[in-house]
Nanobody, 119 residues
């Protein structure tokens, strides 16, 4: 099994910043098989949407709504992915989920961390 442990969520005022972290642990074979890591978010009553992803080679992709405000980075040695969120808006309020894709071994999810942006 692969465990993803998220941290860094919380309550912040609009215009503020937060940094999320997600560390992978567990089966070594699965850890070394991780290709893409990323963040998704789900607001109440809405579907879970992609926020940002990063490949093991460092290529990134962002949702249009967060481009220029959020930055995803990855430390392969620590099997950890980060999401720096700046200029936060009330519309960014959601539960943020970490995701790791291990290719043929499947995709894994974290438990989620709440981000609340007040106006």
């Amino acid at each position: 099994q692969l465990q993803l442990v998220e941290s860094g969520g919380g309550l912040v005022q609009a215009g503020g910043s937060l940094k999320l972290s997600c560390a992978a642990s567990g089966n070594t074979k699965l850890i070394v098989s991780i290709t893409t890591m990323g963040w998704f978010r789900q607001a109440p009553g809405k579907q879970r949407d992609l926020v940002a992803v990063v490949t093991s080679g460092g290529r990134t992709n962002y949702a249009d709504s967060v481009k220029g405000r959020f930055t995803i980075t990855r430390d392969n040695a620590k099997s950890t992915v980060y999401l720096q969120m700046n200029s936060l808006k009330p519309g960014d309020t959601a539960v943020y989920y970490c995701n790791a894709d291990t290719g043929g071994w499947g995709a894994f999810w974290g438990q989620g961390t709440q981000v609340t942006v007040s106006s």
